[in-house]
């Protein structure tokens, strides 16, 4: 099992970048492909990145596309959304997800990963 905790959430302005950090406890870090989703007030959640548990392999929602890189740190159990040109449609929870296969291909067939974190909040300004 892992656990995942989310940080780097906040109040950005417009245009503005924010890094979101996603630390994961337990074993076998690389064994698990990671993802990236977001929730906004009165909407369902969505998918936003994932990335394979070698970090060779990314996937993105269309939207998101140049704007926004996943990554991950295995040494230091840890994956990270970096994002660019924020826009007030961006604001939402954020949420780390976990599966416990390695592979970028589950992400992009309608991903329903096993584990979640609580969340990082969001705001974009404008």
């Known amino acids: 099992q892992v656990q995942l905790v989310e940080s780097g959430g906040g109040l950005v302005q417009a245009g503005g970048s924010l890094r979101l950090s996603c630390a994961a406890s337990?074993?076998?870090?690389?064994?698990?492909?990671m993802g990236w989703f977001r929730q906004a007030p009165g909407r369902e959640r969505e998918f936003v990145a994932a990335?394979?548990?070698?970090?060779?392999?990314?996937y993105y929602a269309d939207s998101e596309k140049g704007r926004f890189t996943i990554s991950r740190d295995n040494a230091k159990n840890s994956v990270y959304l970096q994002m660019r040109n924020l826009k007030p449609e961006d604001t939402a929870v954020y949420y780390c997800?976990?599966?416990?296969?390695?592979?970028?291909?589950?992400?992009?067939?309608?991903?329903?990963?096993?584990?979640w974190g609580q969340g990082t909040q969001v705001t974009v300004s404008s």
């Open positions: 990335i394979s548990g070698s970090g060779a392999s990314t």
């Open positions: 997800a976990a599966d416990d296969r390695p592979s970028i291909d589950i992400w992009t067939m309608g991903p329903n990963p096993g584990y």
């Open positions: 337990g074993r076998l870090f690389s064994t698990y492909s």
